[in-house]
DNA sequence: AAGACGAAAGTGGTTGA
DNA sequence: TCAACAACTTTCGTCTT
């Protein structure tokens, strides 16, 4: 017998016998009695823990029975059987001849079933698909994740029927770029995927109209970390680059332009202010932009703000 | 000599009739 | 469907460090 918290839904409000809140759980018998009075609360409880019990983290470890999560990234979200080719059975003993032959058409005939209309065959070589570009990009799991499920849901809704899985593949990690605010232009996805920008560019505005997804638009914030870490320059400089946007942001200075464009200006002032100056250049090359769009971001900046109060 | 600056013409995509 | 449009790019000559 063992004295716990009681959740709230079980015990309204203490025993509804003599009233009080001293309640104790039985696993044993079932029930929830009063300390005080005997009143069984609640019978039939159920436990909701495991029926096994683990006296340090190793034996909780070997008896959870609980596979690996559920993925959005393999087809059949990773819940169909895999039979492994080791030939062995259950205590590490190779298999007898004949049972290799059974084991070897059961593994066949798995592997056969698990993709098995064209659907299933379209959505594993998409899955694979993001797969690869997102490793290509290093992007990080939850895009991964993302994606895939923008994809399935895309799927779902029949939308991929006349265009290209890539073309689609591409723009739903676009879109899952965009919503988990990851920087990614649409320049550095559409180069690790074989679509063109054009194309990724299309088939994300059909995506977003299609599945009714808004987006908000990319704030330069993101980029100027991004262009930061590229260019190597120290903390001190990006929380610069970060003051500076705010008061550009502020005085308005920063709507209708391109996100990357500002963000490759400010940092530009940023690096001169520290001390930690690149040439226009570098940072042009990094954020895909000119180095006149930085010098016309730049001229408009230093003729509005003041920037000695940064340092 | 490299980098910064700026003028002028060109480009690709959006908007609204 | 087409022209107008804004943002951005390309190109190139000049100035600055």
Redesign the pocket.
């Known amino acids: 017998m063992k004295e716990e918290n009681i959740p709230p839904s079980l015990s309204p409000r203490g025993c509804p016998e003599c009233g009080s809140s001293r309640l104790m759980k039985d696993y044993e018998s079932a029930e929830i009695v009063c300390m005080d009075c005997g009143y069984v609360v609640v019978a039939q409880l159920t436990d909701q823990g495991p029926e096994w019990r683990a006296f340090d983290a190793e034996q909780r470890e070997k008896r959870a029975r609980a596979g690996a999560p559920a993925t959005f990234t393999i087809h059949d979200k990773g819940l169909s059987t895999t039979i492994d080719w080791h030939d062995r059975d259950i205590h590490g003993q190779r298999l007898p001849h004949g049972q290799k032959a059974q084991i070897y058409r059961l593994r066949k005939w798995q592997k056969r079933i698990r993709v098995s209309d064209a659907t299933e065959r379209n959505l594993a070589f998409a899955l694979s698909e993001i797969s690869k570009i997102a490793n290509n990009l290093n992007l990080p799991k939850n895009i991964l994740e993302t994606a895939s499920m923008i994809y399935r849901k895309a799927v779902e809704e029949g939308l991929i029927r006349g265009r290209s899985i890539q073309g689609v593949t591409t723009a739903a990690i676009y879109v899952a770029c965009r919503q988990c605010g990851v920087a990614r232009t649409l320049e550095d996805i559409s180069q690790a995927s074989p679509v063109s920008?054009?194309e990724v560019?299309r088939s994300y505005?059909f995506l977003l109209k299609q599945l009714d997804y808004f987006i908000k638009p990319v704030k330069p914030g993101q980029y100027i970390t991004k262009f930061c870490n590229q260019l190597a320059m120290q903390g001190k400089v990006e929380e610069i680059a970060h003051k500076i946007l705010f008061a550009a942001t502020e005085l308005k200075l920063t709507?209708?332009?391109?996100?990357?464009?500002?963000a490759a200006a400010v940092s530009?002032i940023a690096s001169?202010l520290t001390g930690e100056?690149?040439?226009?250049?570098?940072i042009?090359e990094i954020?895909?932009?000119?180095?006149?769009?930085?010098?016309?971001?730049?001229?408009e900046l230093v003729e509005r703000l003041q920037f000695t109060i940064y340092l």
Request: proline share 3%.
């Open positions: 920008k054009k560019a505005r709507s209708g332009r391109g996100p990357t464009g500002i530009y001169v100056r690149k040439t226009q250049r570098e042009a954020a895909q932009i000119t180095e006149v769009t930085i010098r016309n971001r730049y001229k």
